[in-house]
């Protein structure tokens, strides 16, 4: 299977029709593989995942009708590439799970096929709104990233973006 072909299978193959999921996704516990039976791919499929660690800034503003308020800044710091195989099995790609938010910085993961994904395919504006969010998947937000060959990205908030001072 050249790497086109199997960029549409990974990304619209026949994930689970019931839940309205994908073939290969992320979650905030790692790279996921669903797929129906018959439909397997007849050798294991090497993914990819970059991850930039998002470390926030508060800046404290001085607003004359309401008082303080917070400036929120970020910048992106690359983690590395990790390189997965799926296929065999449906589930949690074992040891696919980003790093854990702090109060300050947050992870984005690009799953994605070819070449590692640079700062500039990022994006510029992220959803802090769920931060600190104590549901299960922490607020991770599914975010757009440029690039040929990307099958998803996700943003994990840090717990608490407005107390990081410059």
Excluded at 28 to 35: A, L, R, S
Excluded at 123 to 128: A, G
């Amino acid at each position: 299977m050249d790497t086109r072909t199997r960029y549409r299978f990974l990304l619209d193959g026949p994930g689970d029709v019931l839940r309205n999921q994908r073939t290969l996704y992320l979650k905030p516990e790692g790279v996921f593989f669903g797929i129906r039976t018959l439909q397997r791919p007849c050798e294991p499929q090497e993914v990819a995942v970059t991850r930039f660690r998002v470390v926030t800034r508060a800046e404290v503003q001085k607003d004359r009708k309401t008082g303080q308020t917070y400036d929120l800044s970020f910048a992106y710091e690359a983690l590395g590439v990790r390189k997965f195989t799926v296929g065999a099995g449906d589930g949690l790609v074992g040891d696919s799970r980003p790093p854990a938010p702090t109060a300050c910085e947050g992870t984005l993961s690009v799953l994605h096929l070819g070449d590692e994904i640079k700062k500039d395919a990022l994006p510029e504006q992220l959803d802090f709104r769920h931060s600190g969010s104590t549901s299960a998947d922490g607020g991770a937000t599914s975010v757009k990233v440029a690039g040929d060959l990307v099958l998803d990205a996700q943003f994990l908030p840090p717990t608490a973006p407005d107390t990081c001072k410059g």
